[in-house]
Structure formats: structure tokens, C-alpha cells
């Protein structure tokens, strides 16, 4: 599996939006945490994603 940093995801954002338009802002930092942690959650000791 493939882990993105948040750097990365704010990079690929940025040029997602100089080539296609939009507002490159980051509106919620934590909201963009929250989403990138998702997927390594875990509940009573096991993977939710396996």
C-alpha cells in the first residue's frame, strides 16, 4: 500500500487546481487529518480496512 503524507496531498491539490481551476485554500486541517487517518483505524484490537 501506498501512504500519502499530508504534504503530498496538499501538493497534488495545488496542481490539481492550477490546471484545472478552483481555490487551492485548505479550508479544514482537521478534517484533512480525520481523512487521512481513516484508514489505519482499528476497533477492539483489529483493522477496520484490511
Do not use: V
Not at 479550508?27 to 487521512?36: M, V
Amino acid at each position: 500500500m501506498k501512504i500519502l503524507t499530508k504534504g503530498h496531498i496538499i501538493m497534488l491539490h495545488k496542481h490539481l487546481t492550477e490546471e484545472t481551476g478552483g481555490i487551492a485554500d485548505l479550508r479544514d486541517e482537521g478534517l484533512l487529518d480525520a481523512a487521512l487517518a481513516a484508514p489505519f483505524q482499528s476497533f477492539d484490537g483489529s483493522e477496520m480496512y484490511p
